[in-house]
Each structure stands twice: as C-alpha cells, then as structure tokens.
C-alpha cells in the first residue's frame, strides 16, 4: 500500500520561508516522478512543482513560484522536498505531495496515481 505523508507545514510572516517534507512508502520511489500541489480556499488544487525519477531529468515548476521554490529528492530516504522562499500571502494553501508511476513529472495531477492528505500553509502578512 501506498503511502505519502507531507510534514513542515505551518504559519509563516511574508517574507519568511518553509520547507516541506514528503515520505514516501509502498512504492518504487526512484524511478517515480514526484509533484507537488497546492489548493487555496475556493481554488482548484494548482501544479506548483515536479521532480523526475532516477531515468530522466528535469524539474518543472509554475511560473507563480518559479525563482522562489525548489524542489528536491532524496532518494535513500524516500523523500521529497519543497523549499519556499520569500512567501507572500498568496503562498497560502494546502499543499500536496503527488507520486506517479511514470518517470515523467507531469503538470497535470490527473497524472498522478498517488496523493498524500496535505500539509497547510499559511502566510500572514
């Protein structure tokens, strides 16, 4: 059985940053391309980041973000990481970790065949 579970969450001031942790178990994590998302309050859930599997390379990332996240793998230890910098108040949502069987870090979370339940983020101002 698959599973993710998201951890780093929390309140923030604007300006100030985050790191969230996603664990995965159950699943080839290696060659599995890792996303993450985020869903605001009366928001569809929005790609923020992807990172590929171990076969191919390439970390995609919305344009909303780019320059102030990055995302990062650690495949010994079934981890996956998304470093937020410089939050402003539209940071604010819960945020996703997506794993997929393919190699390929698709944008798309139809894509993706497993979720973990979320992480929330809030940033004041």
């Known amino acids: 059985q698959v599973q993710l579970v998201e951890s780093g969450g929390g309140l923030v001031q604007a300006g100030g940053s985050l790191t969230l942790s ?3 178990s ?18 569809e859930r929005a790609f923020v980041a992807a990172i590929t599997g171990i076969f191919t ?8 973000v780019r320059g102030r996240f990055t995302i990062s ?13 410089k939050l402003t108040p539209k940071d604010t949502a819960v945020y996703y970790c997506a794993g997929r069987g393919g190699d390929w870090p698709s944008p798309g979370s139809s ?15």
């Open 57 to 64: 390379s390439g970390t995609p990332v919305a344009n909303s």
């Open 22 to 24: 996603c664990v995965a």
């Open 26 to 43: 159950g699943m080839a994590f290696n060659r599995a391309a890792m996303g993450w998302f985020r869903q605001a309050p009366g928001k």
């Open 111 to 125: 894509s993706y065949d497993y979720w973990g339940g979320g992480t929330q983020v809030t940033v004041s101002t």
């Open 73 to 85: 793998r650690d495949n010994a230890k079934n981890t996956v990481y998304l470093q937020m910098d």
